[in-house]
């Protein structure tokens, strides 16, 4: 498949003070690594959000659920797990992410 393969997840609030509201986070796995890896997502508020493994090159997700909807309590933590596999398309794994920051600084966003 390629070398580096990542898989990134959006992760949108859907009601409350924070309704539309969007996080994203990956993981990636080198080539030739298996197995299982986390992505923790720390830090959201109690609330009602939608976690979507967006589509990687080279892979497509076992099973039907691309999303899930799940409800967060205050102090609680919630779970959902999404597996892939390697297709037969010969097209090359996503390689890698590249992370870039901005910020807010002045009345302009600013490339940091």
């Known amino acids: 498949m390629g070398n580096d393969a990542s898989f990134q997840f959006k992760i949108e609030a859907t009601e409350g003070k924070y309704a539309g509201r969007v996080w994203y986070r990956y993981v990636t796995y080198a080539k030739g690594e298996t197995g299982v890896k986390t992505v923790d997502v720390t830090g959201l508020p109690a609330g009602t959000y939608v976690v979507t493994e967006l589509d990687s090159a080279g892979y497509e997700l076992e099973g039907t659920q691309q ?6 309590a205050a102090g609680k933590e919630e779970k959902v797990t999404f597996a892939n596999k390697a297709t037969t398309n010969k097209v090359p794994g996503d390689q890698g992410i590249v992370r870039n920051n901005f910020k807010y600084e002045n009345g302009k966003w600013v490339f940091t």
């Open 67 to 72: 999303s899930y909807q799940v409800s967060i």
